[in-house]
């Protein structure tokens, strides 16, 4: 029956019938923490730099024996901060031999994407002729 | 002439031609710390629940006195909270006799959105049946 239920949710219009819109209507607690986490993640440089190297790569999947020479950080400060990007469901990985691939869970930045994009047909404030009035 | 240059920019493919797009080439140093300076303002319960509230008001925009009570926490902490997400470029605020009044930026998460977003007609990969093959 759960299992049901979930296949209908998801069935009935993607990310905005199963997630929170952190536009649409205020987060809980509960949301709200686990939507920090991730964000959380994404909140430091290095992190951000390993993402893109990962999520850009050409095949989808990077080799950590690529990804540490771009940086000036030690392996296991590295192996670290991939640590926590997966512990945030944006990558995952694999070992092969000596070596872990990792590669990007789009899923993760889909559903991020899909919080922090308006509904349809919101309009931008104009709000630069109000700021204007009062200087 | 910067200014026209700017125009010609956005005139030409909009996020895509002025930001990095964190999934499709490496972010260099500059771009992933000004990138990470927004997302660790989001990476807090507390800033996450403020700006979904601030976000999904009727109307556009929230008194500080509306934002308070959902918390329990003291104004001064809230107002730094919502200092955090203001210089990081998400809501911007005006004050107004006893009270400030807080409004989403939604440039700023359109941005965010748009770097998110997989460039058109990626498919998900597929890794359920090499990760099951291992075990």
Known sequence: ???????????TGGADACCPGLLT??????????????????GDPVRLRLLSMIASKAGGEVCV????????????TISHHLKLLR?????????????????????????????????????LPDRGERAGAGS
């Open 87 to 123: 512990q945030a469901g944006l990558i995952d990985c694999e070992r092969r031999g000596t070596w872990v691939y990792y590669w990007l869970l789009p899923e993760t930045t889909d559903r991020l994407a899909g919080l922090l994009t308006r509904p349809a047909g919101t309009p």
């Open 1 to 11: 029956m759960s299992k049901q239920e979930l296949v209908m949710l998801e069935g």
């Open 25 to 42: 209507a205020p987060l809980d607690e509960e949301q709200a923490a686990d939507l920090a986490r991730v964000f959380k993640a994404l």
């Open 65 to 76: 024996c690529d990804l540490t020479p771009a940086f000036d950080l030690s392996q296991p």
